[in-house]
């Protein structure tokens, strides 16, 4: 055990890792605390910025240019370490599915756009207590290019804007934050009342996004060069954007023509040319063409000045086309034409027996008409032709050919043969083509016999009801019988509508279901069948290709039977030796629900069997004291007469993995000038789940290297749920980081393990004796920014810097009166506001185990300029439990002290018994304006009172005592209340 930490025998170690060693340090019971806390959260920004802001003292703004990256990093603090998931609100979203950016302490977007703005959440949770949850509002910035589109009253629209007329200059420009317009005339800025014909004001229908120009009664110096001017004042740095309009007596909305204007009807594979061009308009229109629905134009489409050119034109690409013309004046202009490709499709018939009889049959003395339907392009060039037998057939009194209007009912003849005669049976043909060529003729047989009967349909004896099992391929089965056959169509019958009622004589049949499938030998073949395929199916005849009668159907069950499924598939049970535990297996579904047994192995070794009864759905096998035999696999099978499924249970006396504590204060020090030590602090988790932890294994290796080294932890005594435990890693090489990997060891073996990463950072100084820093080492002695404020401390010379800074603040020199030298300072320019926060971290030091120790707190701060607030000095003390925390006033000055560096210094009482960390935060707060800067150079911390303190110096506090570890910070406050600049 290390000193002040318990009593134990030492464990220590030489290793072959440049005389790295450990030393082990395990608390017993009486000295550890059990260490658990909830999670907390908070959201800082680490990426570029407009502005950081706070809103109702809840909501923190975080505004950004569209384009930049977003980069926003989740502190957390908890033990057992917190997940950390992102979320976003409503508005926009980015999280993608499996995006590993959701679940890592930083959110980063690259190249943000405007839909990504909302509410950002992140949250912590470690299953203590309620999970810490914290929100930023992201606020992205954008400027579009404005456009001006130039309108009459609707009482005054002309083809040209002549005098004595109204005009209206719009500009729009889509932004955030909201645009702010101005108009000008030729170089003249334009106002609202300073000129009587012309108005400027925003309609109430678009409130701050449209700004309106009026030109009242145009008079001839109100033709000129507009610009409209889109502004939103330099947010984020976004510049203005300009459009322009040059308004004439010529200026005209656009008109154009097509060539040809008719539809153009061409045959397939050839190359179609439609012309669009201007015949109106000032300033000239721009030309496109469009689909409708915003259908992409055919492949390989080529456009050029108005012209779109399609070569080898398919009967896909027949449709509309419209041409396009826009100048901004008036509404644009639309003409559009239709493509019509030559073809024929979709040949069909249907018999419809006597129409004035209710006989579905065809019988001698009776009418039978024949009706034949061809789609085709374009409709008014079909025509149909009639043979019998091969022999053209001409209408007569028998036999009468009709076609249907085309506007009914189009591509649809009909042969009615009036009293059927012996001498009318045959084959009848039905020819379609087009009157000028460019398709090949369709021909449809239909053969009229005296064997020629309507539809039966029936389902095979003992086929009404199919029993399968999952994965296997099935045929559902409809046996038809009449002439011609027609085609079958198969469907779920919760799915399909029941069969229409008988279609009348003469009118075709109504459209088939899209969600049927067709088959021409009465089976339906379903291959790898599921669960859910599992139902009623109806076959029923189709009206086309067939008679015209009221459809047949029959019905088919298809029983899907399905291994039971069963949970959980795999569960891994913790045990130790000695101990009693029950397995359960639960059924969920299974189809045959019943008859189900159910039987228990461990590996290869039968435990037990049985069968359900018929209220059971679980069954439970109880070990009453386990044993090292009884450490393997167990496995359930629940099983009907399609298959079983299987509950896995993998019974183990490993070890939970431990969980290290993320929050140790002062857990890394400097040990020696080329190293440095770690204070490894950890829980185990569940440690009274299996066999008492006997050790640890130790693995480190340093970052990119393979080797590992590698050591045994013993632990003496048992261990508590939440107990802290320690050891310290020493002779660290600076400043590389380690892989730390922590095996729990049981009488079982080794348990689960964890890895973490050591990175060295700012050290924590073991005897801190003097400290000194005039920030000459771009290191800055080791201090940090805190992520947590608004913007940066900055390290500068007054020999670098910048000839444009803001005069009258800040110093000329560092506090020894070298140009060369360096300090550090806060910039109060813009785009810092009020309030804003800059902090600046010191390394962490070990001041001792002394009690009532004094040290002295000295620096030089230089406070010149008319907009100084105040300068303050806080003593932070944080005892071990998070919640005791104190934090006192130890030091302040206030206003404008001179163009001149002057020193300060404080004593410090630690008031704690044992060991203190102390910590200087240098924290500055701007103020009333930008003559504000103020400088902080030549920080020391030393043991002792400090010798001749300055005579502006303030009271010293000292927090209450408190028999606790204390956290000591001294942090230097600037206050700076201002203006931007």
């Not at 030796?577 to 059924?587: H, K």
């Not at 206030?894 to 935060?921: I, M, T």
Request: charged share 25%.
């Amino acid at each position: 055990m290390t000193a002040g930490m318990g009593t134990g025998a030492p464990a220590t170690r030489a290793t072959e890792n440049g005389g790295m060693d450990y030393m082990t340090l395990v608390c017993p019971h009486n000295e550890c605390q059990p260490e658990v806390a909830p999670p907390t959260v908070r959201i800082v920004h680490s990426g570029p910025a407009c502005d950081v802001e706070e809103e109702r003292q809840s909501e923190r703004v975080y505004t950004i240019r569209e384009g930049e990256t977003l980069e926003l990093v989740c502190l957390v603090t908890g033990h057992p370490r917190p997940q950390v998931r992102w979320t976003k609100t409503a508005g926009g979203s980015w999280e993608r599915q499996g995006d590993s950016r959701a679940h890592n302490d930083t959110l980063k977007i690259e190249s943000i756009g405007r839909h990504q703005g909302g509410r950002y959440y992140c949250k912590a949770d470690n299953g203590i207590g309620t999970p810490a949850i914290r929100s930023i509002r992201v606020d992205v910035y954008f400027l579009d290019e404005p456009l001006i589109t130039v309108h009459q009253s609707a009482g005054d629209a002309k083809d040209r804007f002549y005098a004595e007329r109204t005009v209206f200059l719009r500009c729009v420009a889509a932004s955030n934050p909201p645009v702010a317009y101005t108009w000008r005339r030729g170089r003249q800025a334009l106002s609202q009342g300073a000129d009587a014909g012309v108005d400027i004001y925003e309609p109430f229908f678009t409130p701050g996004e449209t700004k309106i120009l009026k030109l009242k009664n145009l008079r001839p110096q109100d033709y000129a060069n507009y610009t409209c001017v889109a502004s939103v004042r330099n947010a984020c740095d976004i510049a203005d954007k300009m459009a322009h309009f040059s308004l004439s007596n010529r200026t005209a909305p656009p008109s154009v023509e097509l060539l040809p204007d008719d539809p153009l009807v061409v045959d397939p594979g050839r190359t179609v040319t439609l012309v669009c061009v201007t015949s109106g308009g000032e300033p000239p229109p721009a030309l496109r063409w469009v689909r409708p629905g915003g259908e992409a134009l055919p492949e390989g489409s080529v456009t050029e000045a108005g012209t779109l050119t399609i070569p080898a034109v398919a009967v896909d690409d027949g449709g509309a086309y419209s041409c396009l013309a826009d100048n901004n004046v008036g509404g644009g202009a639309r003409k559009s034409t239709d493509i019509l490709v030559r073809g024929l499709r979709k040949a069909r018939f249907w018999i419809t027996p006597d129409p004035y009889h209710d006989d579905d049959r065809i019988r001698i003395g009776r009418e039978v008409k024949i009706s034949c339907q061809v789609e085709a392009t374009p409709p008014e060039e079909l025509q149909f032709g009639w043979m019998k037998n091969g022999r053209p057939l001409r209408s007569s009194e028998r036999m009468v050919i009709t076609h249907t209007d085309a506007e009914m009912s189009p591509g649809v003849t009909n042969l009615d043969i009036i009293d059927l005669k012996f001498t009318d049976f045959g084959t009848y043909t039905c020819a379609a083509s087009l009157r000028d060529g460019g398709s090949p003729e369709i021909s449809i047989d239909v053969n009229i016999s005296s064997t020629t009967v309507p539809p039966e349909l029936t389902v095979p004896r003992g086929r009404s009801r199919i029993v399968a099992r999952e994965g296997d391929t099935v045929e559902l089965r409809c046996l038809v019988s009449g002439k011609p056959k027609p085609v079958i169509l198969w469907s779920r019958a919760e799915d399909a509508p029941e069969a229409a009622d008988e279609v009348p004589a003469g009118a075709p049949p109504a459209t088939e279901d899209a969600a049927q499938t067709e088959g021409y030998d009465g089976i339906l073949r379903l291959a790898d069948v599921t669960r859910e395929m599992g139902g009623t199916y109806r076959c029923r005849t189709s009206q086309y290709n067939g008679f015209n009668v009221k459809p047949r159907q029959a019905l088919v069950q298809l029983a899907v039977q399905f291994p039971p499924a069963v949970e959980p598939a795999f569960s891994e049970v913790r045990q130790a030796l000695g101990r009693a535990f029950a397995l359960t297996c639960r059924l969920l579904r299974a189809h045959p629900a019943r008859p189900l047994r159910y039987e228990w192995k461990l590996g290869s070794r039968l435990l037990t069997v049985g069968r359900f009864d018929e209220q059971s759905d679980d069954t439970r096998y109880q070990v009453r004291a386990l044993n090292r035999e009884g450490y393997g696999e167990y496995t359930c099978d629940i099983s009907n007469d399609a298959g079983a499924g299987r509950c896995t249970f993998l019974v183990t006396g490993k070890a939970y993995p431990p969980e290290f504590y993320y929050d140790t204060r002062g857990a890394l020090w400097q040990n020696r000038p080329r190293s440095y030590g770690f204070k490894l602090q950890w829980t185990q988790m569940e440690p009274a789940g299996v066999d008492r932890i006997l050790a640890y294994r130790l693995g480190i290796r340093q970052v990119g290297q393979g080797r590992w080294w590698e050591q045994e932890i013993p632990v003496e005594a048992g261990i508590r749920k939440g107990e802290l435990l320690t050891y310290n890693l020493t002779q660290l090489v600076k400043p590389e980081s380690y892989l730390v990997r922590l095996t729990p060891i049981t009488r079982y073996g080794e348990g689960d393990a964890t890895e973490r990463i050591i990175a060295y950072s700012a050290p924590v100084n073991p005897h801190l004796r003097e400290f000194q820093c005039a920030f000459e080492d771009e290191t800055l002695c080791l201090f940090s920014q805190d992520k947590s404020d608004d913007f940066d401390w900055t390290r500068h010379s007054a020999a670098s810097r910048d000839t444009k800074y803001t005069p009258n603040t800040g110093p000329g020199a560092d506090r020894r009166g070298s140009k060369q030298g360096h300090y550090v300072y806060i910039e109060t320019s813009r785009p810092r506001m009020e309030g804003d926060q800059a902090r600046l971290l010191s390394p962490t030091f070990n001041a001792g185990s002394k009690s009532g120790a004094t040290y002295c707190l000295a620096f030089y701060y230089h406070m010149y300029g008319k907009h100084i607030g105040a300068l303050n000095a806080f003593l932070r003390q944080k005892g071990a439990a998070a919640s005791e925390a104190s934090e006192a006033s130890v030091w302040s000055l206030s206003g404008n002290q001179g163009d001149r560096w002057r020193r300060a210094a404080v004593d410090v009482h630690p008031s704690a018994d044992f060991q203190v960390l102390l910590e200087v935060v240098l924290e500055g707060v701007r103020g009333a304006g930008i003559e504000g800067d103020i400088a902080v150079d030549d920080v020391t911390i030393q043991e002792g009172r400090c010798q001749d303190p300055p005579s502006n110096n303030l009271i010293s506090h000292a927090p209450p005592r408190r028999p606790a570890l204390w956290l000591l910070r001294v942090a230097l406050s600037l206050t700076l209340i201002g203006r931007q600049r």
